[in-house]
């Protein structure tokens, strides 16, 4: 069990059996009455957003969770499948569990499953990845000085603002997190 003291950014944290991490917390002392901490919380589930209070040493669970490294097989039906590298055992998630993070999966990555009392509940991918550009316009010689961007479709299906000078079958590091253009690679 974690109590207030314990808790800090990132902590993932159990309550009414399902799973959340702290997004943010605020210890405060009032002048007058006991201390409390106000958070706000995500669910690891869902991905929805709570603000909560809890009283100076109020105590909460420690979530049942498990972490996998698993690599992606393929894509049917809106169903991604992902294989164990250890003990080979296959298992496939729908659209809706991976959030943004489909937008991110080539076949053969690995990736991390992150499982909630055994059940899998979603996905983690590289802070950075490579994707090739299947599509975009080329651009106009001379339009590079106003620092101008064009749309480019990825090999995932993913549309990102890149500078003028991508060109079709260019590979580009992309940042997970934001979603954005980083660079392009040679």
């Known amino acids: 069990m974690y109590s207030t003291p314990d808790f800090r950014k990132g902590l993932k944290i159990e309550l ?106 979603g996905v983690d991918v590289p802070i950075f990845v490579e994707l090739t550009v299947t599509a975009t316009e080329p651009g106009v010689r001379g339009d590079t000085a106003s620092g101008a961007t064009k749309p480019a479709t990825l090999e995932t299906g993913m549309t990102v603002q890149v500078p003028l000078f991508v060109n079709e079958g260019d590979a580009l590091k992309i940042d997970t997190r934001t979603g954005k253009y980083l660079e392009r690679v040679r």
């Open 16 to 121: 009414n059996g399902e799973p959340f991490i702290i997004a943010d917390f605020l210890h405060v002392k009032p002048g007058k009455g006991g201390a409390f901490v106000r958070t706000t919380l995500k669910s690891l589930i869902s991905g929805n957003v709570i603000d909560r209070t809890f009283r100076s040493g109020e105590k909460v669970d420690k979530p049942d969770l498990e972490e996998k490294q698993m690599q992606f097989l393929y894509e049917s039906d809106g169903e991604y499948h992902f294989m164990d590298s250890e003990t080979y055992e296959q298992l496939f998630l729908v659209e809706g569990q991976l959030g943004d993070a489909r937008n991110y999966l080539q076949e053969n990555v690995t990736v991390t499953l992150l499982f909630h009392n055994g059940k899998p509940i």
